[in-house]
């Protein structure tokens, strides 16, 4: 595949993509390993929600990730795995290595009976076992739905059962910082529940020798030690499942996005290649879960299609302290990283000692990833961790499109701070207004939906199409819609602006959170802010703002007239908070995005039931919240 180096390469792939969008992705597709080659590229109806890609189309995406590299690349190091405690030595699994492992993976899952299109649960912290797991299913033709292992046993049975899953791969512990969180006992409490289940694979992880039930559950190491380390990879059809991976809708019933195995794995492959430029030799690390979307597609499939070296992290960014992403740079030389605004956010409120003790020249592109990237904290990350020397790709995509879709290439877009820029070629975005009409030209704003099909387009949620049509292409017809805002500038730069749900209507007036948010952060005390609605006697909904400060505000009050002043001049005063509750964190989740609903539950005053809060990286802020809300 042509992989663009130049803005001149980008303008010719990108109007070839919208000329002749079958030829583009079929050139694309050619360069992985095929079983049988497809015999059409395309069909689609976006009226009813469907799409195909490269119909009659036969492979293995772990042919693509593993065997077709060992000729060249077997002693390569395909993972690097970094424990969470740095005293711990990281271990280097070769791509040999790591086909012997998949291979044995896949033959204890099909001794336990699981068989193509079954649906396996894998809820494991992140060690290299989780990645093995992963593709032990991807090999055998099995569907994989990962449960980041930081949920509830409620939210994991919901998960388990919605997908009816008939095993679950887990561990008996995860380390979580210096605190050791028994995952088997969370399982079992959850399988009570989940009638579908028949087995139940745990692997060791903090020694804790939880009980074990007869003739369901059986040790991963045990069972490891009777496979053969060769599995043929089953032959899949393009369009058939490879996962199911669950994202909280605003109703709060999760949605099971549907992934299929062709079109994810060509575009996640390409997209790989071209945003990070990736080279034959260099070390990958995305720091996102494998939980997670983003852990999916650039922890293990984008970056093993592509032969690289893939860093898997085990732990947290701030312990022991606040540098332990930095060392781990250090030390394994990482060229790319790939993190998340809500983490850089977070160190930057740190000393830069915690930067500057480590050595990080071996960067050489840094990206982002998650929620909109402000501008302080791309220029504290550029400086600082890039040194002015590394592009930041800030990369904007969704669970629901598999893989990145506007977003820079490295050293070939010219970059604005907070700008996810162009879409990449292949992506077709239509800026839209409130009745449903596309925005031409630039210097505009509005509702970002797409307008064409891309390969790794989640097919259906699962089990409720009907749903996955209402969401995502009944708002504007026959268009995929996003949810997101966007502006797109007099040079044609997209920045993203949020999600455009979250709307407050005061006194009859729809103003966007996002809108809200991003003029308080105008202010140059502030750092970040998340806003809500609550029920005001008068106008309906009050904008209630709780507000981070770079530094403990010296005299609130003058503060908050600041930022009322701020916000009336930047959209004007209808859309001036009525409160300002400043606070050292907002809750947020381990992905960075934040949990509107409790802060929502604080602003109308009702914290009796906040619902889950065990995805949250830091449950605590939650009480600190409670207690400072504002009657
Ligand atoms: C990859 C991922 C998707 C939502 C999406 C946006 C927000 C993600 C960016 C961003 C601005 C970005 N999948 N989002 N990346 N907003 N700039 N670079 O995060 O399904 O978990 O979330 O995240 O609102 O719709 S996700």
Not at 277 to 290: K, L, N, R, S, V
Not at 519 to 529: L, N, P, R, S, Y
Request: contains cysteine; proline residues 4%; charged residues 25%.
């Amino acid at each position: 595949m042509e992989i663009v180096s130049t803005m001149a390469d980008y303008k010719r792939a990108y109007e070839q993509s919208v000329a002749h969008p079958e030829d583009f992705w079929s050139e694309i597709a050619s360069d992985f390993v095929w079983k049988r080659k497809w015999d059409k590229v395309l069909e689609w109806d976006f009226k009813n929600a469907e799409v195909k890609w490269f119909i009659g189309g036969k492979m293995n995406i772990t042919e693509n990730c593993i065997d077709r590299h060992l000729a060249e690349r077997a002693d390569q190091t395909a993972v690097i795995w970094e424990p969470g405690d740095p005293g711990q030595k990281a271990r280097m699994i070769t791509y040999q290595q790591l086909h012997d492992e998949v291979c044995k993976v896949s033959n204890v899952l099909k001794s336990h009976g699981v068989r193509k299109g079954d649906r396996v649960c894998i809820y494991m912290p992140m060690v290299p076992e989780l990645a093995y797991a992963v593709l032990a299913c991807a090999r055998i033709g099995a569907v994989h739905s990962v449960v980041f292992a930081g949920f509830s046993a409620g939210s994991l049975a919901d998960r388990i059962n919605d997908a009816g899953c008939k095993m679950v791969l887990t561990a008996d512990g995860a380390f979580r910082g210096d605190k050791k969180v028994d995952l088997k006992k969370i399982v079992d409490e959850a399988v009570d529940k989940c009638p579908s289940v028949e087995k139940v694979l745990m692997l060791e992880r903090i020694a804790s020798k939880p009980s074990m039930k007869a003739g369901r559950d059986f040790d991963w190491q045990e069972e490891m030690n009777k496979a053969d380390a060769n599995c043929k990879a089953e032959e899949m059809d393009a369009e058939d499942l490879l996962f199911i991976l669950y994202t909280s809708g605003s109703t709060g019933k999760p949605k099971g996005m549907v992934h299929t195995c062709g079109g994810y794995m060509v575009h996640v492959g390409y997209t790989f290649r071209t945003v990070f430029q990736y080279q034959p030799g260099q070390i990958f690390w995305c720091t996102a879960d494998i939980g997670w979307v983003t852990g999916h597609s650039y922890i293990l499939y984008g970056p093993l299609s592509a032969g690289a070296t893939t860093v898997i992290f085990e732990g947290i960014p701030s312990w022991p302290d606040q540098g332990r992403f930095w060392q781990a740079i250090e030390r394994h030389k990482v060229n790319t990283f790939y993190t998340a605004p809500t983490a850089i956010r977070s160190l930057q409120q740190s000393s830069v000692e915690f930067v500057e003790k480590y050595d990080l020249s071996s960067l050489k592109i840094l990206g982002s990833v998650g929620e909109p990237i402000n501008e302080e904290a791309w220029q504290w990350y550029n400086k600082n961790i890039g040194k002015e020397k590394c592009p930041i790709v800030d990369t904007w995509w969704q669970t629901e499109t598999g893989g990145i879709m506007i977003s820079p290439i490295a050293n070939v877009t010219k970059l604005k701070p907070a700008f996810a820029s162009f879409p990449l070629p292949g992506v077709q975005p239509a800026v839209m207004d409130e009745k449903g009409n596309e925005i031409s030209g630039n210097g505009i704003e509005g509702r970002l939906a797409i307008k064409f099909p891309w390969p790794s387009i989640a097919r259906t949620i699962y089990g409720n199409h009907q749903r996955f049509k209402e969401i995502y292409f009944s708002t504007f017809s026959g268009m995929y819609f996003t949810g997101d805002g966007c502006k797109r500038d007099d040079e044609g730069y997209y920045r993203i602006t949020g999600r455009v749900d979250d709307i407050i209507i005061v006194s009859g007036h729809n103003l966007g959170t996002a809108e809200i948010e991003n003029a308080i952060d105008e202010h140059k005390a502030v750092c970040e802010t998340a806003v809500v609605g609550f029920p005001h006697d008068i106008k309906g909904q009050g904008v209630y703002a709780f507000v981070i400060c770079y530094e403990k505000p010296k005299d609130e009050e003058k503060l908050r007239q600041e930022i009322r002043d701020t916000v009336s001049k930047i959209i004007g005063p209808i859309a001036k908070p009525d409160k300002i509750q400043f606070v050292s964190g907002l809750p947020k989740t381990r992905s960075g995005k934040i949990m509107r609903r409790i802060l929502r539950k604080v602003a109308e005053g009702d914290t009796s039931n906040l619902g889950d809060t065990t995805t949250l990286l830091d449950p605590t802020i939650v009480d600190e919240i409670t207690r400072g809300a504002l009657g």
